[in-house]
């Protein structure tokens, strides 16, 4: 019975002393003071560091956004913020993983060949993107304004910083990419707070040319909106197929240009049919040989 006890005592598990139970807190108490509280303070250093980051970035971005929203566009501004504010996030992450150990020169080549794909991807947009913030910057045209892009007659109703949002005369909505815009000639009709309005007419000439520039002056005269400086004027402008050719200029605010435009087409002809002063439409005179005749 000996043997065969001393077999199944040995087969059976040991009890834990109190030593082993020393041995291993004291293992654990080791591991603790040689990663766990080293890895504790990094942590929380490192979201420190990221809670601070991230109210200087919103701080900083306030205060360099302010004299651009104010002083030259709000869109503009609240960009120049957000960019502030996620370059100093960027800056921060990269100190934090620093303090981990972490290389972040391969992080940042890594981010770069990153920066660099997306760009060739989205060249288009960035081109636009680009030219939004240069309209933005320069401002050749504002809200409101009406003007000349592409070939289109539009007034502004937004510009963003991808596209610029118009409406045509007849309410019809065009957006243009930015980089088409700025890339491309713009006349902004608006700009100047008065406008030239011209009306070209053709005069019979049988007509007396100081009849006519008399009944010219007075239609101007008697058009409502027309501004005495600049002052008027009625040009001779040349001999026609079949009209002696006049041009009648006037100035008037730009809100009321069409309106002055219409006012004085339509006393330029009442002028001239009270004159006696016909306006001719071109005519062709058909001249037939004999041989055509007798035909």
């Known amino acids: 019975m000996t043997p065969f006890l001393t077999l199944a005592q040995a087969t059976q598990p040991a009890v834990p002393t109190v030593e082993d139970a020393q041995e291993t807190v004291g293992k654990f108490v080791e591991f603790l003071n040689t990663y766990g509280v080293p890895f504790l303070i990094q942590a929380v250093v490192a979201i420190v560091i990221l809670i601070a980051a991230y109210f200087v970035g919103k701080f900083l971005g306030r205060v360099v956004s302010a004299p651009v929203i104010k002083r030259v566009d709000e869109t503009l501004g609240k960009f120049i913020a957000k960019l502030v504010f996620y370059l100093i996030m960027i800056v921060a992450v990269i100190a934090v993983l620093g303090r981990f150990g972490i290389e972040v020169t391969a992080f940042a080549a890594v981010l770069a060949a990153a920066g660099f794909a997306v760009g060739l991807a989205f060249q288009g947009t960035l081109s636009s993107f680009a030219a939004g913030v240069m309209l933005l910057v320069f401002r050749p045209f504002k809200v409101g304004d ?117 006012a004085l087409t339509q006393n330029i002809k009442e002028k001239l049919d009270a004159a006696g002063i016909g306006i001719p439409f071109p005519q062709m005179d058909v001249h037939l040989d004999g041989q055509a005749q007798n035909a």
């Open 146 to 262: 009406v003007c000349v892009l592409a070939g289109e007659t539009v007034k502004i109703e937004a510009i963003d910083l991808f596209t610029t949002l118009a409406n045509t005369l007849d309410n019809r909505r065009i957006i243009f990419p930015n980089a088409d815009v700025f890339g491309s000639q713009i006349e902004v009709i608006t700009f100047h707070p008065q406008r030239r309005v011209s009306v070209d007419v053709g005069a019979a000439y049988d007509a007396d040319i100081n009849a006519t520039r008399a009944a010219l002056e007075e239609a101007i005269a008697a058009t409502e909106g027309v501004l005495e400086d600049p002052e008027s004027k009625v040009v001779l402008q040349g001999l026609g197929g079949s009209s002696v050719d006049w041009t009648c200029m006037a100035w008037a605010n730009s809100a009321d240009f069409l309106a002055v435009k219409q």
